[in-house]
C-alpha cells in the first residue's frame, strides 16, 4: 500500500536517509510536514515501512527527490512502484515537467519512463567564514529573477524555504542562504550575466555571511562552467549526479539559463 507520509514515520525516513548519507536539512523537514501541499509517499508492505518518496509541485513543473527502500526490501520493485505513485499524482495535479537528479544505478529505472539526461549537477562545498553581518534582504531581485527562469510564481514555495534564510547579493548574482544544523544551502543561485569576477566576490560574500561552523554548500549546474570560480573561492567538488527531465507533449522544457544552483530539497531538487 503506498499512502502519505504520517508523522510517525519522519524518524524511520531519517534513519534510512542518514544510511544512505543523505544530509537533510530542517527547512526540508518543515517543508513535508503539516498539511503540505507538496506529496512525500511512504510504501507499506506486510505490516513494515518499506521506502520514501517526495515532491516538490509547482504550477506546471515539479521536483522529484528523497527516492529510498530500505537496503533489505529492495530488488523487490519497490522503488518502481513509488516513483509511479508520484509520478502519477504530479501529472493529476497538472506537472507537465518533471525534473530529478540520478546515481548511476538509478538512471534506468527513469529512462524507462521517458526521463531524458539533461545536464549533470555538482556538490560543491566550502566551510564558512562568519566574518560579516547578513547583507539587507534583497527577495524582491531573487523572486524576479526565479519567476524569469522557470516562468511561474513560484514565491509561496520560495517563502517557505525561507525560514531563518537570508538572501545574499552581489552586482547581478543573487541567491537564497539556507541555514541548517549541519550545513548552509546556497540556492537557488540565480545570476543575470556571467562575469567571474562578480561571481568570485558573490561566493565569498556567501561564504563571509554562513556561520563558521557551518559548511557552505551549493549544488551547481555542470553547464554553467563555474568550476574555475568556485574553486578560487574555495569550495571543492564532493560529489556529482545526473540531471533528468521528463516532458509531455506540448510542455515546455526550461532550461537552467539564469540559475546557476538548485535549492537543494530532496537530494539535489
Known amino acids: 500500500m503506498i499512502a502519505p507520509l504520517q508523522e510517525q514515520h519522519w524518524p524511520l525516513f531519517l ?7 543523505w544530509r537533510i536539512s530542517a527547512v526540508e523537514s518543515r517543508l513535508y510536514r503539516a498539511d503540505s501541499p507538496h506529496p512525500f509517499l511512504c510504501l507499506h508492505q506486510d505490516g ?11 504550477e506546471h513543473e515539479a521536483w522529484i527527490g528523497n527516492l529510498i527502500v530500505a537496503v533489505k526490501q529492495r530488488g523487490k520493485g519497490y522503488g518502481a512502484q513509488l516513483f509511479d505513485a508520484l509520478v502519477a499524482h504530479l501529472r493529476q495535479h497538472g ?10 544505478a538509478g538512471q534506468p529505472l527513469y529512462e524507462k519512463r521517458g526521463f531524458v539526461a539533461n545536464d549533470r549537477i555538482q556538490r560543491w562545498i566550502a566551510p564558512g567564514l562568519g566574518t560579516q553581518p ?3 534582504q534583497q527577495g524582491n531581485f531573487l523572486y524576479h529573477c526565479d519567476r524569469a527562469q522557470h516562468h511561474q510564481d513560484r514565491r ?11 538572501v545574499v547579493r552581489y552586482a547581478n548574482n ?3 542562504l539556507q541555514p541548517s544544523t549541519n550545513l548552509t544551502l546556497l540556492g537557488p543561485w540565480y545570476e543575470q550575466g556571467h562575469q567571474q569576477e562578480a561571481e ?5 560574500q556567501a561564504r563571509r555571511t554562513s556561520a563558521r561552523h557551518l559548511p557552505v554548500v551549493a549544488d551547481v549546474y555542470a553547464s554553467a562552467q563555474l568550476q574555475g570560480v568556485l574553486s578560487a573561492a574555495g569550495f571543492r567538488c564532493c560529489s556529482n549526479t545526473t540531471l533528468m527531465h521528463y516532458t509531455s507533449a506540448g510542455s515546455k522544457r526550461i532550461e537552467p539559463g539564469l540559475q546557476r544552483s538548485l535549492a537543494g530539497l530532496g537530494s539535489f531538487n
Open 134 to 136: 547578513r547583507q539587507q
Open 15 to 21: 534513519h534510512l536517509a542518514q544510511q544512505e548519507g
Open 156 to 166: 509561496q514555495f520560495l517563502r517557505s524555504i525561507s525560514h531563518n534564510a537570508h
Open 174 to 176: 543573487v541567491a537564497l
Open 200 to 204: 568570485y566576490q558573490f561566493l565569498l
Open 95 to 104: 506537472c507537465t515537467s518533471l525534473w530529478l537528479t540520478a546515481s548511476a
Open 48 to 58: 513494515e515501512l518499506c521506502g520514501f518518496i517526495s515532491g516538490v509541485r509547482h
